[in-house]
């Protein structure tokens, strides 16, 4: 069967059949793939209005001048400048301050040190002082200066009470 006679026996074939409904929602459903394709797809730029190049601007254009030479920008200089002399003085003071405050802390770690060295050396002297003073020969001459003399017997007194005083109790001689 050639390709002539068969699209001939098709076309007739479809002529004589009626689309059902499942046909009619199916080609529906295809037609508006297509059409969403078409919109979404490459042809939507064909679609983009383009500018109207006939068309007249109602107003004037300003008149234009050639400007030679720019007006300087001082302000953006200035305040460059004065960032760089912050950052400048903030690099160079920052370190002499930090300098500065650890010399003054090991002068004054020198000061308490030599405080301690000659409070160490007092205490050395008066610990000295206090061993010759309170020594037993020493207490001994200073006793006979004072007309005190050894003892030639010693006695112990015996405290007899009857009554054993309970703690807590304040107990008066002779009474």
């Known amino acids: 069967m050639s390709a002539d006679s068969r699209a001939t026996w098709i076309d007739a074939w479809e002529r004589g ?13 295809v037609a508006a793939r297509m059409r969403s394709a078409r919109y979404y797809g490459r042809e939507a730029t064909a679609r983009l209005p383009q500018p109207e190049h006939d068309r007249q601007r109602s107003e004037a254009l300003p008149d234009l001048k050639v400007i030679t030479r720019r007006r300087p920008r001082w302000g953006l200089a200035l305040l ?7 950052l400048l003085g903030a690099l160079i003071v920052a370190p002499v ?11 004054e770690v020198g000061q308490m040190e030599a405080e301690e060295r000659s409070l160490a050396t007092a ?11 309170s020594s037993s020969e020493r207490v001994a001459e200073q006793a006979e200066q004072l007309g005190l003399r050894p003892a030639e017997s010693v006695s112990y007194m015996q405290i ?5 005083a309970m703690e807590g109790d304040t107990t008066v001689a002779g009474r």
């Open 17 to 29: 059949t009626v689309p059902s409904e499942a046909e009619l929602r199916s080609a529906a459903r």
């Open 80 to 86: 460059a400048m004065v960032f760089v002399g912050v």
């Open 97 to 107: 301050l930090v300098s500065s405050a650890a010399t003054g802390l090991e002068a």
């Open 123 to 133: 205490t050395s002297a008066l610990a000295a002082q206090i061993s010759a003073l």
């Open 160 to 164: 007899g009470s009857d009554s054993p």
